[in-house]
């Protein structure tokens, strides 16, 4: 136990939006050493079958536990819809993941009972949301939409140009009209139009940010299973990639607000 304390949390994602729940992990964890995998050379999982989402979440599950995590983190909505049970049969430490600790968060935030998702055609099509939210309110009522243009709009760097707010408006229109008093940003890419998309649902929509329900979900499980890393130092942050390392280097650190070291090719 003495040993696995210190050891790092595992984080991976189809590419680099999973960086939100990194950035959110440093702040509520800062002691935490963490290793990111993105699978920039297969990336975007969103539009791939179920077999082949599994797959690479295989994969990448091997590679991180070879690195001796304590504990993975599903930062991909689309591995965490329909490939989280892969996931978790295939690694001997606790796994989290995006989808259930958003769930969770909405239904603590919901007034009305009414809940908007947006997410990727997969994880909207995968229903796997509205199960999670179901299996702890049955009474609440979901909308979704799928949003497949937000990622290459984020991935852009077109976090405010006119062409995403007029995308943002046809896409938030439907879900808008229910009501609703709740939003879940079902993609990692999707805090980083936070502002954007708030201004658009208005002060009265509460928007719940995957990253940040994932990181009080982890430092919650830490805690629980006093794997907390005691030492008081500087972390280690490490990231690995599948492909083009330079690129991600520069949109990572759009996507955590800070510059990072060496970023590592690896083939899986």
């Given amino acids: 136990m003495a040993d696995m304390i210190r050891q790092p949390i595992g984080v991976f994602d189809s590419g680099v939006g999973g960086l939100t729940v990194v950035r959110a992990l440093m702040e509520r964890i800062p002691f ?11 990336v975007p999982y969103g539009v791939k079958s179920v077999e082949t989402v599994t797959q690479y979440a295989v994969e990448i599950t091997d590679f991180l536990l070879k690195k001796g995590v304590k504990l993975l983190v599903i930062a991909c909505n689309t591995v965490a819809a329909v490939a989280g049970d892969a996931v978790r049969s295939r690694s001997p430490m606790p796994v989290l993941d995006v989808i259930d600790a958003g769930a969770r968060s909405a239904v603590r935030e919901t007034r009305s009972g009414h809940i908007g998702v947006i997410g990727t055609p997969a994880t909207i099509n995968s229903n796997a949301y509205a199960r999670a939210i179901h299996a702890l309110d ?4 979901i909308f979704s939409q799928a949003c497949p243009l937000f990622v290459p709009l984020v991935e852009e760097g077109w976090l405010d140009h006119p062409v995403t707010r007029i ?7 439907p ?5 609703l008093d709740t939003l879940v940003l079902g ?9 954007l998309l708030g201004e658009i649902a208005g002060p009265e929509v509460h928007l719940v940010d995957s990253g940040e329900a994932m990181a009080d979900a982890t430092a919650d499980l830490l805690a629980e299973l006093h794997l907390g890393n005691p030492r008081r130092e500087k972390p280690s942050y490490s990231c690995y990639v599948s492909d083009v390392p330079f690129r991600f280097q520069t949109m ?3 996507f955590l607000g800070r510059t990072i ?3 590592e090719l690896v083939k899986l």
């Fill in 252 to 254: 990572a650190e759009r």
């Fill in 261 to 263: 070291g060496h970023v």
């Fill in 167 to 173: 995308t943002a408006n046809e896409y938030l229109k």
């Fill in 32 to 42: 935490e050493d963490i290793i990111y995998f993105g699978d920039t050379a297969r």
């Fill in 187 to 195: 993609c990692t890419h999707y805090p980083l139009l936070k502002p």
């Fill in 175 to 179: 879900v808008l009209a229910e009501h």
């Fill in 138 to 141: 049955p009474a609440t009522r």
